[in-house]
């Protein structure tokens, strides 16, 4: 069975038989949970699937928008002053770890993004497959946060050319869950199935030998597509689960002018938070 198909309270049952409290997010470091990962590292999709399924009431919801998209801009704003393109990995990953420090559930998403730009335009659909060649970790990188079903502040800072960085909006917070269709045009690329041919393996298995999670994935995390702009489209395809190596403290993936992603959070991040998220806010980043 798929791990994204086990219900709420067999997720709950199975946590707490192994002594990994559930209570607050971000338990996937409880030493607990560490202990059952070093044994089998697909436990973290059962925290993912737990995060996608558990109930949440309309004033979390409300405070967590509120926070996301704050957080989102904030790091975002610090990601374009980096100057570092492709980022997705790393970047989702601190935010992640940001958002648990600020008690709001998300996990992070590997998988595939395909951009469709308007006919007029003739811009070539561009791919960010993720079964490719060459050296990546992930074809592309976002968080699930409820009530957004995804967050990207990663996805303007990708290498596009000039035409196409015109159709790509800064950030995408979106709520949409109208599931769309996946192909294995947007998971695996062209050279990719060429060599799976080569290697006796016939079309209709491409997909599932490219991404092993999909269909299962689907039934927590929701294939999307999102406006971008000028009349352009996003498609996000989940893949798989991920999350960052050690604590939000020991993170060095990332230098801010000089600062660990910690540092960074404690010292232009946090204060911003504290100070916006009070009351209501008046403004939203969301992509709806």
């Not at 086990?6 to 209570?23: H, K, W």
């Not at 697909?42 to 309309?58: C, D, G, M, P």
């Not at 689907?218 to 971008?228: K, N, R």
């Not at 960052?244 to 204060?271: A, C, H, K």
């Amino acid at each position: 069975m798929s791990p994204f198909a086990a219900s709420l309270e067999e997720l709950q049952e199975g946590f707490r038989y192994f002594g990994v409290p559930t209570d607050a997010p971000g338990f996937c470091d409880h030493p607990a949970f560490l202990e059952l990962e070093q044994r089998n590292p697909e436990i973290l999709n059962l925290y993912a699937a737990f995060v996608a399924k558990r109930h949440y009431t309309q004033e979390y919801l409300d405070r967590a928008v509120a926070v996301i998209s704050r957080a989102s801009g904030l790091l975002h704003r610090e990601l374009v002053r980096h100057g570092r393109l492709g980022a997705c990995v790393d970047i989702s990953g601190i935010l992640s770890r940001l958002l648990d420090r600020e008690q709001i559930w998300n996990c992070g998403i590997k998988g595939s993004l395909t951009i469709t730009f308007p006919l007029e335009s003739g811009v070539e659909p561009r791919y960010f497959w993720s079964c490719d060649h060459g050296q990546f970790t992930a074809g592309h990188a976002w968080l699930f946060a409820p009530p957004f079903t995804v967050v990207d502040i990663s996805v303007r800072q990708q290498p596009y050319d000039v035409q196409e960085a015109s159709y790509i909006p800064d950030t995408v917070l979106s709520t949409d869950t109208h599931p769309v269709e996946v192909s294995v045009e947007d998971i695996v690329s062209p050279s990719a199935r060429a060599e799976m041919l080569q290697q006796g393996i016939p079309p209709q298995h491409h997909l599932e030998a490219g991404a092993r999670y999909i269909p299962g994935i689907f039934q927590a995390f929701t294939p999307i597509v999102v406006s971008g702009l000028n009349g352009a489209s996003l498609k996000y395809s989940p893949v798989a689960v991920h999350a960052s190596d050690g604590t939000f403290e020991e993170m060095r993936n990332m230098d801010f002018d000089g600062l660990s992603p910690w540092e960074l959070y404690v010292q232009r991040i946090q204060p911003h938070l504290r100070a916006a998220c009070t009351g209501r806010l008046p403004w939203t980043l969301a992509i709806v």
